[in-house]
């Protein structure tokens, strides 16, 4: 294992809106440079995590792992690819729900040993059962190194891999006891697995690579970027193991009622890539089709908030004949510095992010379509901003519904006192904003942008039917009202 600790992140507050639990990515593919194939793969789940990056490397002796905080260009470097030779690789890249984000313990992949050999295991999702699990291991005598679930499926894997003398029967007795969200990629020194746990809440894509080999990853744009064709998705429940004797699977527990995140959809997946078998891009211009339907407005310029709002805005734009225009630029990289900003840069807020673009928007009457609003404070210095630059009027266009309940299947909206829509109405949030007018999108226009059933979707946050049923222990101190909760 290698690796240094950087700096932690000095820009810590957290921005008004969800963030991904983490991207996933590996790779059997013996004659390749497996390494470079997950540097590049990660580089595509960048958005997904960007507290630490890391990759594991097996060649059917040795595993060795590089990892550190921050970007995964930050984190490799050539002489660290060099060294990263073998056959088999998973990387992972990181946004902490659970552990202390600074801490190099808690970057992933995660090193465990069974016996005489090494396993390495990175995960996105978020379990629901983790205290309970952590306090019967503890009991049992499993000693911690940090504090994330991951650490907790690793620990049961190797314990259940120790007992039926097999990864697959400790991978299998794992997800029988685990709870929640997770999509995990797991390596031995010769070996790859993933699986998924029963609801499919988090994306995983298995797709195969010319020379014969196959690559796992989160979103399907990682697959494209190594030249990986698209075979199907992990099935929720399924457990795959690819090695010597090629591609096995097996359905490791029943699936339960689908529950996709529906945020993949309107915020956290990049735009051009595909789940259940629709394209990302063309859902959000459906969504921002129908919001000009239910939601139209007397203006002059539709824009988008980059990046999401913006394929949703040329759907606004097409459907209700207003021209599009580029209104926002963003800085693209300087929402995870290691270089902290100085006060007045701070107190800037949403300007360190977007820069209006004034001769376009000043004197204008705006569309601006943006995916959500969770606490109200980014978007509210959105609009001053755009104003500030010349706006004339600003008409906001959201392509989800309210977020009124906190997530706890690996997305950080915290506690329901946090979020603006859980005890306010809409023309109360119009308000604090500052915008001349606000529209939110419907559940059933949301959904039925994607093509396919409300029953494949996990909706809780927008509806509080949570479909994988939370711990009184961690329902505690998240809601208003200590409501029963389906
Ligand atoms: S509660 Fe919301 S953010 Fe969390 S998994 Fe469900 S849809 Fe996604």
Redesign the pocket.
């Known amino acids: 294992m290698t690796g240094h600790l950087l700096p932690p992140t000095t820009v810590a507050e957290r921005p008004d809106r969800?963030e991904e639990a983490c991207g996933v990515f590996g790779v059997y593919a013996p004659g390749e440079d497996v390494a470079r194939l997950t540097y590049f793969g990660l580089h595509a789940l960048q958005h997904r995590g960007q507290e630490s990056a890391g990759i594991a490397v097996g060649d059917g002796h040795t595993l060795t792992v590089v990892k550190n905080l921050g970007l995964v260009p930050q984190v490799f470097k050539e002489s660290d690819l060099a060294t990263l030779q073998g056959h088999v690789a998973i990387g992972h890249t990181r946004y902490s729900t659970t552990g202390a984000s600074s801490k190099w313990e808690n970057a992933q992949p995660m090193l465990s040993s069974i016996g005489p050999n090494t396993i390495a295991l990175a995960h996105n999702g978020n379990l629901v059962n983790t205290l309970e699990l952590r306090q019967q291991l503890k009991g049992a005598g499993f000693r911690f190194r940090s504090t994330t679930d991951s650490e907790v499926i690793a620990s049961l894997v190797d314990h259940f891999t120790q007992r039926h003398n097999s990864i697959r029967g400790g991978i299998r007795e794992t997800m029988q006891l685990i709870s929640g969200?997770y999509s995990v990629v797991l390596m031995t020194e010769e070996a790859l697995y993933a699986f998924r746990d029963p609801h499919g809440?988090r994306p995983l894509a298995l797709g195969s690579l010319a020379g014969g080999g196959w690559v796992v990853a989160s979103e399907t744009c990682a697959l494209d970027i190594v030249g990986a064709a698209w075979v199907r998705d992990v099935r929720p429940g399924e457990m795959i193991k690819v090695g010597a004797r090629g591609l096995q699977s097996e359905q490791a527990v029943p699936e339960s009622r689908h529950a996709l995140?529906?945020?993949e959809f309107v915020y956290f997946a990049r735009p051009d890539s595909v789940l259940l078998d629709c394209s990302l891009y063309e859902a959000r211009m459906r969504m921002g089709e129908a919001m000009a339907r239910t939601a139209p407005a007397d203006a002059d310029l539709v824009i988008g908030v980059p990046d999401t709002g913006g394929p949703a805005a040329v759907g606004f734009a097409k459907a209700s004949g207003i021209p599009y225009a580029e209104g926002l630029v963003k800085n693209r990289y300087v929402g995870r510095t290691f270089i902290s900003p100085t006060q007045s840069l701070r107190q800037q807020g949403i300007r360190l992010k977007l820069n209006p673009l004034k001769h376009v928007i000043e004197g204008k009457r705006l569309v601006v379509v943006d995916d959500s609003i969770v606490r109200g404070n980014t978007t509210r210095q959105l609009v001053a901003l755009l104003k500030d630059a010349g706006a004339s009027e600003v008409h906001m266009r959201i392509t989800s519904p309210p977020v009124k309940?906190p997530?706890f299947?690996?997305?950080d909206?915290d506690t329901q006192e946090q979020l603006i829509a859980s005890d306010h109405t809409v023309e109360e949030i119009r308000a604090h904003i500052g915008a001349d007018s606000l529209a939110y999108l419907s559940v059933e226009d949301m959904v039925a942008a994607t093509g396919r059933p409300a029953g494949e979707?996990?909706?809780?946050?927008f509806t509080g039917e949570y479909p994988i049923e939370i711990p009184e222990s961690v329902r505690r101190g998240k809601f208003r009202i200590e409501a029963p909760v389906r």
């Open positions: 969800p969200a809440v995140c529906m945020f309940w997530c299947y690996g997305i909206t979707y996990c909706l809780a946050c």
